[in-house]
């Protein structure tokens, strides 16, 4: 007995030590004169029993910009499975003959996957291989002449165009592409300027793709900058865009990203191109869905059509990867879709966050829990640290934690957090997703510490009147803690 005191006793004061240290070191983190004014929300607990290790204001709801992400994949994971592949469908309300005239039209069926052509998994100068992809699949198919149109749907996702909270220095830009049924090449317009002298506005030269009826206003001027410092406004559906903001001057040719006003008529124009390039006649040419929803034709039936070919995407856990690797805003949105669209029947936004709130609220009983989008854009979301880290050890307890845990950047190492902790104790040791808007910074995801603990954590600071880099500096002194806790 009075061994195991004496070792009980030894013990002690490094166990109280290191979760006095981590506290300590948060609470020097909410005295610091640049978050005076902030809203602080942190959440640091032991995975091994749940226990807590620091936490300062732990139920606060911020907006968390980007560590939506994780609600985002990890509902992927849970409601999808890992080995889900969107889809793409091709219909036809025909026949093809013995001579391979389809009498009817062809229906190119988009269900959201946000694969085809995409940069992430498609090789450069290969973008367009899913047309040609299509194209030998539709010719196999016997097809030599549509005696009728083809015809794009994106309708499975609806037309919203953008979720709750999203602004107008958002949209149209490409980190800004709205979810929709219809993705081709990350739904990214690339805009090409010509810069003269500093203080001189630029000429807008093109884009690519090409997009018919487009109408741009630039105010873009040149300076002495080496980054792209300009913003393209233009709500979904509209023709009409502006471009303000400068670029670095006396440049031929700078390239500006992006979102195309409408992927789902870009698609159809696209797809006719190809197959009628191929001599394959298309006699009605060539529409879209929701254009044919504003002359007041219906939905198409496919339970009254003939299914020709299923085209499958990447997994979702590979779209996943890069969705936190890399935060693409874009494959976060079509996570929230796609659940919606596989559990109701209807991929809105609106719909897939209601699925998804309602599965974390009952596995997690997490109340007060507001999610407006996939991607953390939205300033109407609202989580706190506690939620997160909740969602985050519930996770760890999966099967597919590893292939969840494996799609967080490694500080020192990966993805977004490949500079954060340089040089530092907890280089390697944190496993997170970064979130970063206009005043906000957020991290949140696990640690491997020094002594072998595994831990989770949410940090979340709102308004602040430091730098960036100040509030970055100032989180690293919490990662270390945590690394050596």
């Known amino acids: 007995m009075k ?3 004496f070792i009980y006793l030894f013990l002690l004061p490094a166990f ?3 979760q006095t240290s981590v506290q300590a070191v ?3 983190f909410a005295e610091y004169w640049g978050f005076k004014n902030a809203g602080i929300s942190i959440t640091i607990k032991n995975l091994e029993g749940d226990l807590p290790v620091a936490s300062y204001n732990s139920n606060l709801a911020l907006s968390p910009a980007s560590t939506v992400k994780l609600f985002s994949t990890a509902s992927a994971f849970e409601m999808l499975g890992q080995d889900y592949r969107p ?3 091709l219909y036809t309300d025909g ?4 001579n391979g005239i389809l009498v009817g039209d062809l229906y190119l069926r988009a269900l959201g996957d946000p694969t085809l052509g995409s940069k ?4 450069e100068g290969r973008e367009n291989q899913y047309l040609d992809d299509w194209l030998r699949d539709i010719k196999a198919l016997g097809i030599t002449q549509i005696q009728g149109k083809i015809i794009v749907d994106g309708s499975a996702f609806g037309y919203q165009g953008a979720p709750e909270g999203w602004t107008w220095g958002d949209m149209g830009n490409y980190y800004g592409a709205g979810p929709s049924a219809v993705v081709i090449n990350d739904n990214i317009l690339t805009y090409y300027f010509q810069t003269a002298g500093v203080g001189a506005k630029a000429s807008f030269l093109r884009t690519e793709p090409e997009i018919q009826d487009l109408r741009l206003m630039t105010s873009i001027i040149g300076e002495k900058i080496s980054n792209d410092r300009s913003l393209i406004l233009g709500a979904p559906f509209s023709y009409d865009y502006a471009a303000i903001g400068s670029l670095p001057y006396n440049r031929k040719e700078f390239k500006v990203k992006g979102s195309l006003p409408d992927p789902e008529r870009l698609l ?5 191109n190809t197959i009628t390039k191929e001599g394959i006649k298309v006699q009605n040419g060539f529409d879209y869905n929701r254009n044919r929803l504003l002359i007041e034709v219906e939905n198409p039936s496919y339970k009254e059509m003939t299914l020709l070919k299923t085209w499958e995407g990447k997994t979702v856990e590979e779209i996943a990867f890069h969705t936190n690797m890399k935060s693409v805003n874009l494959f976060a949105e079509q996570f929230v879709c ?3 669209y596989e559990k109701e029947g209807l991929g809105s936004t609106e719909k897939g966050i209601e699925v998804i709130e309602k599965y974390w609220k009952n596995k997690l009983e997490l109340e007060h829990l507001h999610i407006r989008d996939g991607s953390g854009l939205s300033r109407s979301n609202g989580i706190s640290s506690d939620q997160f880290c909740k969602l985050l050890s519930y996770m760890s307890k999966r099967e597919n934690y590893g292939k969840f845990q494996a799609t967080l950047p490694i500080s020192g190492s990966t993805g977004t957090l490949s500079n954060v902790s340089v040089g530092q104790v907890a280089s390697g040791r944190i496993y997170a997703k970064s979130g970063t808007m206009t005043r906000v910074k957020s991290y949140a995801g696990y640690v491997k510490s020094k002594s072998g603990k595994e831990l989770c954590f949410s940090i979340i600071v709102n308004n602040y009147d430091c730098s960036n880099s100040a509030t970055v500096d100032k989180i690293e002194e919490i990662f270390n803690a945590m690394a050596i806790y």
Request: avoid cysteine.
């Open 268 to 272: 159809a124009e696209k797809l006719y």
């Open 3 to 5: 061994k195991i005191t």
């Open 95 to 98: 026949k093809v003959d013995a």
């Open 120 to 123: 992430y998994f498609t090789a």
């Open 338 to 340: 796609l659940i919606g």
């Open 87 to 89: 889809k793409t469908e």
């Open 16 to 18: 109280v030590f290191g």
């Open 26 to 28: 948060v609470n020097s």
